[in-house]
């Protein structure tokens, strides 16, 4: 279980996180929502210790991420909003490998898992390609192998669907409904709801640094527009 | 879970000295690409200068010299990373007479570096004063010939004092990219990292 | 330009480590003898290099030309006086001998830089140099390799995006003020976001090195590197 | 007019654009639809110049743009697909200033225009912040505000929408919208065409480096399946 209590949080004098309080049950499909820099990357950037709260905390299963962030960074996967500024290798093997290098596994399960990530994603062929010669949409696909391939408790994705084509689109969504079902934790942060509304468990909306609404999706959809978020069924 | 030992993560401030080396190195290696080759047995001019001045100047003796070295080691793999994109030990020996020059970079940062920021954690540079920039550049220049120079002679064959000729006129312009780097400094658009 | 090509000669089959020692070892050797004789071994060292790695000799004169034609010319630099008789023999025959010297260096490392990919260079720094500087470095080279291209794109894009907005009609040195400017500040950004992106993925002190084993074929070659690195001392 | 006759382009050895023939005339609003790695932004570089057609030609007014890029580029407005690589300045204000102090404006003006840029993509208060210590979709905002204050006889936008909260888009399509209205020519690259296939005047998918489908909107849209591009409808 993910959770974080009274989170503050801001950049010089802008008060962006102002109290948020959350807590994720393992194996739930989340989704979190706000208007433009309402603070949803910042949030999710707290999970995994990439920031440090101002105040309260975040723990992991009982761990503050800001003591001990090893807990955090293995068992929560991260997507980041811009695909391109995550990778860190070459070529979609050697990039899809890192982070199960770095758990220090041996070569044969290394192996396993990058094969397998990369075959959860449809990129099975294109462990030798070099990720600056990818469309965007087969970026963005390499960008949660590499997430999937530390086979996370929970996986967290900064607007994973942006830029995607109509298919690719389809395809990861499939595959998040695939990683749910095997009690991965999803928390998926976007602007469009359509598709995600209905697979989703739960809906976080922020606003002015507050949970502002956190509902089963379809009991929200009524209420979005007032919180300047579009209804995905018109 | 799966882990089999534990996992020692570096610790967040390394790993942003670590990938400012990184991306001087990247950016010496870009610099090298800019070089313009002249005519006959000369060296190339080049802006490598640049990558060891701001490597020296943000970086400090020690994750500036990290930063060259990595440079040098990228291009001993074989990444295109030397003047007009050669690679190789074998080139980094003997380079166009000019190898001596690619380890006074590393040498010259860590001097540099040393002489800035006078420990091994680095200041701001803002917090630099120009007197010191200028000195820690220019010894940074020094070096560079002191040890590009008599490397020239030990692979060329050519007596010190011709080989001395031959790289003097380079000194001109490397004193303006000194300039220019400082300028660059200055203008605080180093500044805040 | 001399880059990796896959292949599967003996040159290929060599374990990286090996075919560095051998790199370093013949580089000291030739340099530490400029004489006749060491030069006409070391060269045919050279070409058993390149055939090592199956490369034609001509191919590999053909990639270093430039550097030949700077070095070829530092004999008659060497020669030229300055008064009668003009060009004297004698300084020119040295620089002569002293630049050949350095073409067996060029040839083995045409023939490692050929059948090496960057990244066996790099597992074999992370295995040579023992704990977190090691780590540094081979992690390091890794993430040089795929950045310097990318700067490079970077000033591209920033070009672009001067053009873009009919930044032509500003003075060139604005211009050229701009895009030097834009381009370190992207270069920095991006050293930000690759730290956050390290730190997310759990980058470690003590991860999994890349697979690299000695094989047989390696002692004969790791002993012929040995000796060469040593030789100078021998001599004296 | 900007007329794009047979024109073809490839990447190394690949066909990207393989004799694209396309005209618009002034004042059109037309949207360039099509999947992951089809050619889209291949082909808008082409308009402003920022690629050399390996054969074919791009004319603006007449005008071949290869010849003369600087009228291309002062008439045509141009928004990237990624708006960090769009950025020439470091605050907002500078970065929207930009263009127009490029056309030799004088200050009254830059300003008004920079003012009324910044109002039609919500950023009223932003002038002086940092770019790069905005929000990926606010600074999805400045890159549009960019092309807006030059006032170009064009507008060319890839991907514009994307990242964008709801309030946004709609701010930014309503000021579309007036624009055209005024007699701009407007592009829009997309891959979701709600809201957008009732206000343009046509629809231009590409596949397989050719124009696959050139039909006002409504007629697109039962064939857009078969080209992996979503029903807006649904
Ligand atoms: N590095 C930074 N320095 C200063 N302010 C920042 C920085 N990063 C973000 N901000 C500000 O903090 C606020 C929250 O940003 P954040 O990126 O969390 O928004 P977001 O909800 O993810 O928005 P979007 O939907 O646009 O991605 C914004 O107002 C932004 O301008
Ligand atoms: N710089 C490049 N070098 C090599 N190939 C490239 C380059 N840029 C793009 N490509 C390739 O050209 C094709 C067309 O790319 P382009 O960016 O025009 O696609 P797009 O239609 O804009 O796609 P998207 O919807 O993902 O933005 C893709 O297959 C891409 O991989
Ligand atoms: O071959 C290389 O990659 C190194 C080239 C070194 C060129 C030297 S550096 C000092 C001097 N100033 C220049 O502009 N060029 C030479
Ligand atoms: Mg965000
Ligand atoms: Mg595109």
């Excluded at chain 3, 995006?161 to 950004?189: F, K, N, Y």
């Excluded at chain 3, 991006?190 to 003590?206: E, G, P, Q, Y």
Aim: glycine fraction near 8%; charged fraction near 15%; aromatic fraction near 6%.
């Amino acid at each position: 279980m993910i959770a974080v209590r009274d989170l503050r949080y801001q950049y010089g004098a802008v008060t962006v996180l102002d109290g948020v309080t959350l807590s994720i049950p393992d194996g739930q499909y989340c989704l979190l929502v706000g208007p433009n820099g309402c603070g949803k990357t910042t949030l999710v950037r707290h999970l995994n210790a990439l920031l440090t709260p101002d105040a309260g905390t975040v723990t992991v299963d009982g761990t503050d991420v800001t003591d001990d962030p090893v807990v955090a960074r293995t068992q929560i996967g991260m997507v980041f909003q811009h695909p391109r500024d995550q990778f860190v290798a070459a070529t979609v093997g050697a990039d899809v490998a890192f982070g199960p290098e770095n758990l220090g596994l041996d070569r044969d399960e290394i192996d396993r898992r990058v094969t397998a990530a990369l075959d959860a994603v449809d990129l099975d062929g294109a462990r030798e390609r070099r990720i600056d010669a990818l469309s965007g949409g087969e970026q963005a696909r390499v960008a949660i192998a590499g997430a999937l391939a530390m086979e996370p408790d929970y996986l967290v994705l900064d607007e994973p669907l942006v830029g995607l084509d109509w298919p690719a689109r389809e395809s990861v969504l499939d595959h998040l409904d695939a990683l749910a079902a095997d009690g991965t934790g999803i928390i998926v942060v976007t602007h469009d709801l359509r598709d995600l509304h209905e697979r989703a468990d739960r809906l976080v909306a922020l606003h002015e640094g507050q949970v502002a609404l956190d509902v089963p999706p379809a009991e929200a959809l009524d209420s979005l527009p007032d919180l300047g978020i579009r209804d995905p069924r018109c | 879970m799966a882990t089999e030992q534990s996992v020692d993560l570096v610790d967040d401030d390394t790993v942003g000295w670590f990938t400012k080396a990184v991306l001087l190195a990247a950016l010496t290696a870009a610099l090298a690409q800019i070089s313009i080759p002249l005519p006959g047995a000369l060296p190339p001019f080049s802006l490598q200068p640049f990558g060891m001045f701001f490597a020296g100047l943000l970086l400090g003796p020690l994750w500036g010299g990290v930063a060259l070295l990595l440079y040098v080691l990228v291009g001993i793999a074989g990444a295109p990373v030397f003047s007009n994109a050669n690679a190789g030990l074998g080139y980094v020996i003997a380079g166009q007479g000019t190898g001596g020059f690619l380890v006074g970079f590393l040498v010259g940062t860590v001097v540099a570096g040393a002489i800035a920021h006078r420990r091994t954690s680095p200041r701001p540079v803002a917090d630099l004063s120009i007197p010191v920039q200028a000195l820690a550049l220019t010894a940074a220049i020094v070096v560079v010939y002191a040890i590009g120079v008599p490397w020239m002679s030990m692979v060329t064959g050519l007596s010190l004092t011709r080989a001395a000729a031959l790289m003097a006129p380079y000194v001109p312009l490397d004193l303006v990219k000194l300039g220019v780097a400082i300028a660059i400094v200055q203008g605080g658009y180093l500044s805040g990292r | 330009m001399l880059s990796y090509r896959p292949d599967s000669t003996f040159a290929h089959r060599l374990d990286p480590r090996s075919k560095l020692l051998v790199q370093f070892g013949l580089a000291i050797a030739a340099v530490a003898h400029p004489t006749l004789p060491w030069l006409v071994g070391t060269t045919a060292f050279g070409l058993g290099a390149l055939a090592a790695a199956r490369l034609s000799p001509l191919a590999v004169l053909r990639a270093y030309r430039v550097v030949l034609t700077v070095l070829a010319l530092a004999p008659l630099i060497a020669g030229i006086a300055f008064g009668p008789p003009w060009f004297r023999v004698d300084p020119a025959l040295r620089s002569a001998l002293y630049v050949g010297r350095i073409l067996p260096v060029l040839l083995v490392s045409a023939a490692y830089l050929t059948s090496t990919p960057v990244r066996d260079t790099r597992a074999a720094v992370q295995r040579l140099i023992p704990g977190k500087p090691g780590q540094i470095l081979g992690i390091g080279m890794a993430l040089v390799v795929r950045l310097f291209p990318l700067v490079l794109a970077d000033v591209r894009e920033v070009r672009d995006a001067i053009h873009a907005r009919g930044g032509e009609t500003r003075p060139l040195w604005d211009r050229a003020r701009l895009l030097a400017v834009r381009s370190l500040e992207r270069t920095l950004d991006r050293s930000d976001r690759l730290s956050v992106a390290l730190r997310a993925r759990c980058f470690a002190w003590n991860p999994t090195l890349p697979p690299l084993s000695f094989a047989r074929r390696d002692y004969p070659v790791l002993a012929i590197g040995i000796a060469l690195a040593v030789s100078p001392l021998a001599t004296v």
